[in-house]
């Protein structure tokens, strides 16, 4: 008996998902040589962010930054409880997946305008904001790094596949014990 799935990622969501991985993934690419294919991949994720902030305030339920941004008090107990090994399941984002989606878009916005300032006529041939463009690239795949332990720790802590979830948009109905 197949079980029946809800619909929480809407397709916006998804798709704005995977292109930014797929940005990212090409902008580390082409990043041992910078010119105009790495411009234009930076300004495609630049974009995609521009989209997803848009989609975080207009877009449905789950796709909202008022429905999965909790408070630093929330969010620090929800920790507390992984930890300890009984967190409760969110149907969307829990609170650190919530503040590691704004964390992503923050640090790939700041790739965008580090990058944008070293080709600025102001700027162009200094090494601070090379430096500083790299610095945010490290930490940007430190965070996705995270961000992909932090989803594997969950669908193992939950029994739930999540990237199929992200695939799919689908997620197992809210039970008793889950928070939607």
Known sequence: MKKIKQPVWDLPVRLLHWLLVATITAAWISSHRTGAAHEYIGY?????????????????????????????????????????????RYLGHNPLGGWMVIALLSCVGLLVVSGWLTTTDLLWGYAWPVLLHTTI?????????????????TSWQHHENLIAAMLTGKKAPAGDDDIE
Not at 70 to 84: D, N
Not at 141 to 153: C, E, K, M, P, R
């Open 137 to 153: 690239a490290w930490t940007l795949i430190g965070l996705i790094a995270l961000h992909i332990s932090g989803v594997l720790f």
């Open 44 to 88: 495609g994720a630049g974009a995609i962010v521009l989209l997803r902030l848009l989609w975080g305030f207009t877009g449905n339920r789950y796709a909202r930054f008022t429905q999965f941004v909790r408070p630093a008090p929330l969010t620090l107990q929800y920790l507390r409880e992984v930890m300890q090994g009984h967190a409760a």
